[in-house]
């Protein structure tokens, strides 16, 4: 198998994940899931597996918002997604409500979701879409909405913060309403966390509501071991290539990628451009070492960026650029006074709240991990490569 690292992957090129996939539909049996981490880990590919192999008696309906800009453009997703694969049984008029509420208000049937009349009733049009889905099916459907925190980072963009509040707040109670009954579920997924958005709205519009506090929180990591080891065979061995010493080459490439389904791609890609015939796992360092000075590879830049927008307007950008650069010079865990002290040494902090307020978010945005073994608060970066990464292009 030719590795593509960046590219879209569908069918059987989505590699593993079986226990992170059926970890999540088990929690889909109680309530609807925010699966969340870092850009690149590999949270679409879960989600076109999920939906490409559902569970028996599951029909998940997949809808891509990152470039949508109001709630009725959401609407119309899972519309054309649900009217797409005639998710319905025989006890009705399939859409029969939504259908109608889009007549009375267009005065036509539907073709669009632009008109201004549509977008001033999006939450009724919502709420038909959701009962004729209720009503009408005969299946447990899972309405998985992909990149849903950039989408509402749009929705408050263009039209304020009350619009967006209003969409959460609309989903939650759509949840509350159907999901008693086990028929519909949400699996929202971003990478933007959905944290971030919410603090924004509670700092500039004094949002009092907890939209997602009913969700099961999923955070996505590395691959496990065994899911790596599947990638180097596909990638390597199944294109000619030998791996030399094979246990320790396949725990190589999993400590130095973290188990990070992008990087193992770059490697493996980079070991077959060269046309190499055998590898070893001293190889695999020499080529990480050389990557991390290549421009072309992504890397951590959209979490660097992350830190320069979203932070800045929680004015806490620079108190996580400090952290995160003293960090990235660590191994292992740090205290939090020490990180405290380092802080306050490099910038005015009258209390240390604001230092620690700082350190939830990065826990929350996956930055970094905490341990609390030795009986105080420690941390360091979640990812080793990316501390690497950090460490040379931030530190």
């Given at each position: ?75 119309g997703k ?41 977008r001033t ?184 960026e992350r ?89």
């Amino acid at each position: 198998m030719k590795a593509n690292p960046g590219g879209t992957v569908t069918g059987e090129a989505i590699i593993g994940r079986k226990k992170e996939i059926a970890d999540i539909w088990t929690r889909l049996e109680k309530r609807s899931v925010v699966l969340t981490a870092e850009r690149r880990v590999g949270k679409t590919c879960v989600l076109r597996k999920m939906y490409e192999i559902p569970r028996n008696g599951w029909l998940p309906l997949f809808c891509w918002v990152e470039s949508d800009r109001h709630p009725i453009d959401c609407v119309g997703k899972i519309f054309s997604e649900a009217n797409r694969l005639e998710a319905r049984s025989d006890k009705g008029i399939w859409l029969g409500r939504i259908r109608s509420a889009y007549r009375t208000l267009a005065g036509a049937e539907i073709s669009g979701w632009k008109l201004p009349q549509l977008r001033t009733d999006w939450k009724s049009l919502l709420n038909a879409l959701f009962s004729d889905i209720s009503e009408n099916t005969g299946n447990r459907i899972l309405i998985v909405i992909d990149e849903f925190p950039m989408m509402i980072s749009n929705i408050i963009k263009d039209h304020g913060g009350p619009l967006g509040m209003e969409f959460l707040d609309a989903l939650r109670e759509i949840r509350q309403k159907y999901e008693p009954s086990d028929q519909i579920r949400f699996l929202m997924s971003g990478s933007i966390g959905l944290h971030l958005i919410l603090q924004q709205l509670k700092s500039d519009h004094e949002y009092k509501g907890n939209p997602v506090n009913d969700m099961s929180q999923k955070v996505l990591s590395g691959m496990t071991e065994e899911d790596v080891k599947l990638m180097c065979v596909k990638y390597l061995a199944e294109e000619g290539i030998i791996r030399n010493d094979q246990a320790e080459f396949d725990r190589r490439m999993f400590e130095a990628t973290d188990g990070l389904p992008l990087y193992i791609q770059y490697v493996c890609e980079r070991f077959q451009d060269s046309k190499r015939r055998e590898v070893s796992p001293d190889d695999i360092d020499a080529e990480i070492r050389a990557m991390m000075d290549d421009r072309e590879i992504q890397w951590f830049n959209n979490a660097a960026e992350r830190i320069e927008t979203y932070y800045a307007s929680l004015q806490a950008d620079h108190r996580a650029s400090i952290i995160l650069k003293m960090l990235s010079h660590e191994e292992s865990f740090v205290s939090e006074g020490v990180i405290i002290d380092d802080v306050r040494s490099q910038m005015t902090v009258e209390y240390d709240d604001e230092v620690l307020s700082t350190l939830e978010l990065l826990l929350d945005d996956n930055y970094i991990v905490r341990d609390t073994s030795t009986g105080e608060r420690r941390y360091r970066f979640r990812y080793e490569i990316m501390r690497k990464w950090w460490r040379i292009n931030k530190g």
